[in-house]
């Protein structure tokens, strides 16, 4: 967005610019029939480019005004040249391009505005995509302040998908993704990171974590949507992205080895990784 400004910024400059530019070459070399003014097209589509259609007007009025004072100011050029019919065109044509490129320019940003937010976007749930998520991620890391990622996967998806078909896996991955979202804060960024995966970062502290992530589990348990939950907490758990993420799926895993029994609980206690992240 900040790009996106300055850059409208940088088109204002140059149609002021290139608006006084024109002024002045017209002040010095226009003589009849040379046809300096119609270089006041410039400032006029630049104008417009970034302030719009409305603006592109303004734009277009002004430029048509700047002219006549050109030529009543020009000694070479006719006074009454600034009161002709030609000049009245002159302005519906300012206006008019001012206009039209305005249109155009505003159409085209928010094309672009609503492909760089569905670029972001996971088709099937809404939520935002792996990409968008890692962004999110990784300028919470550079931010510095706490804050606590939490990891999601859902236990039976190719169950659902064997007995049931594809279509109500995605509508379970749906179901997930909207109870996700429902629990958390705006300020909470919820993502769809792969097939049964999803990922979550709130300032939210740990116990809070905690009692919201059991009763996420108690309710998609309730819906048949059993989910396994694992996080990591920044700074306490790392600094850097991967080794967030790696804490929080070690977790993750080491819950899902306990909800499979007593064998599984044995796996967590022999195996030094997830032994000291549980």
Known sequence: MAAAANHRAALLVGALASAALVFTAFLLLEQPGLGIGHFFYVPVV????????????????????????????????????????????RAITFCGIGTVVGW???????????????????????????????????????????????????????????????????????????????????????????????????????????????ALSTALQRENLPTTFGWAAAPADGSVATQLFRKADDRLYAAKLLRRGPQSALRIATQEPFASSA
Request: aromatic residues 6%.
């Open 46 to 89: 630049l104008a417009a480019l970034s302030l719009g259609a409305i603006g592109g007007a303004v734009a277009g009025v002004g430029a048509t005004a700047l002219f006549a004072v050109a030529v009543i100011v020009n000694p070479r050029v006719p006074t009454s040249d600034a009161f002709t019919i030609a000049m009245a065109i």
């Open 104 to 214: 155009y320019s505003n159409a085209n940003r928010d094309l672009v505005e609503r492909l760089r937010e569905q670029a972001d976007r996971d088709f099937g749930t809404g939520l935002l995509n792996a990409r968008a998520f890692d962004e999110a991620l990784n300028a919470r890391c550079v931010d510095g302040r706490p804050f606590v990622l939490l990891l999601a996967d859902m236990d039976d998806l190719k169950r659902t998908n064997d007995a049931h078909g594809h279509e109500a896996g995605n509508r379970a991955i749906g179901r997930v993704g909207a109870t996700l979202s429902g629990c958390f804060t705006r300020d909470a960024v919820v993502a769809r990171i792969g097939g049964d995966e999803f990922a979550v970062l709130t300032s939210t502290t740990e116990d809070e974590l905690a009692e919201i992530a059991a």
